[in-house]
């Protein structure tokens, strides 16, 4: 078995652009108390969806491919470990989802 990422420039640039549009989106909700926290979730969505789109292989014919990114699986993988790592990072940095201060 041979290990190889077959993403064309397109699907790369997909996959960076869906990346950073997770990241952002995670970032806008609720309260966050650092500044970098999109980066880490959209660097999570991102490595989720390579692999979701490229090793899982029983995945690959389950909806359309684009320059070699299989869409679906590609969603579905960065949603679960991206929302899995924002909630993480959100709670261990002790932001919340809800706007606005907590009072006592």
Same mark, same amino acid.
């Given at each position: *078995?041979?290990?190889?990422?077959? $993403? !064309? #420039? *397109? ?11 997770? !990241? +952002?989106? *995670? ?11 999109? #980066? ?5 969505? !991102?490595?989720?969806? $390579? ?17 070699? #990114?299989? #869409? ?6 960065? $949603? +679960? ?10 709670? +261990? ?8 201060? *907590?009072?006592?």
């Amino acid at each position: *078995m041979e290990l190889t990422i077959a $993403l !064309g #420039l *397109m699907g790369w640039a997909t996959l960076v652009a869906a990346a950073l549009l997770f !990241g +952002v989106i *995670m970032q806008l909700i609720g309260e966050t108390k650092t500044g970098f926290e999109w #980066l880490i979730d959209g660097i999570a969505f !991102g490595v989720g969806a $390579l692999v979701a789109s490229e090793f899982i292989t029983a995945f690959q014919e389950t909806g359309p491919v684009f320059d070699g #990114l299989a #869409l679906v699986p590609a969603l579905i993988g960065g $949603l +679960v470990v991206g929302i899995v790592v924002e909630v993480a990072t959100r709670l +261990v940095t002790g932001g919340h989802y809800t706007q606005g201060t *907590m009072s006592a």
